[in-house]
């Protein structure tokens, strides 16, 4: 992934979603809810449960946008954090309460005329039970998330 530079007046939004009552998936949402006591300038960050319609206006407003998410994995051999660089989704369907982060792009464009850089981060998850605490594998993978997000706060290549 390229190296990003940014204006002192760029504007970031971070979206980390999942569901809280469900184990290692929540995790997503806790990394939202860390970076927003950060306080950090032209950087907003939102926990939200699921990906819906009505974040396209805020993705509008925006020159980059980080989604979370978490990933679920079989081998911890092979565990690791993914970082795509996402581009809208040309077919537009059942933007109802399960859309991803393409969908909300092809959304943001659709209505707002714009698209911007827009990345997603999937966190390594083993746990998706009922249970409002982490396994230790996400733990780990979260803390090595937010170090990233840092560097790439911070002007740094995202990966």
Request: without cysteine; charged residues 20%.
């Amino acid at each position: 992934m390229k190296k990003i530079s940014k204006s002192a007046s760029s504007q970031i939004l971070i979206i980390g979603y999942g569901n809280t009552l469900r184990g290692d998936d929540g995790v997503g949402y806790k990394i939202a809810e860390i970076i927003d006591q950060w306080n950090l300038n032209n950087i907003t960050s939102l926990a939200v449960h699921q990906l819906t319609p009505d974040l396209a206006e805020k993705i509008s407003q925006v020159d980059t946008v980080i989604f979370i998410d978490a990933i679920y994995v079989t081998d911890m051999n092979r565990a690791k954090i993914e970082i795509k660089t996402i581009s809208i989704n040309r077919k537009i369907n059942n933007l109802g309460h399960h859309n991803n982060p393409e969908q909300l792009l092809s959304l943001t464009q659709a209505i707002y005329q714009k698209i911007p850089l827009a990345y997603w981060i999937l966190v390594p998850a083993v746990n998706f039970n009922f249970s409002e605490s982490f396994s230790s594998t996400t733990q780990k993978y979260a803390r090595v998330t937010l170090e990233k997000i840092k560097i790439f706060l911070s002007d740094q290549s995202l990966k």
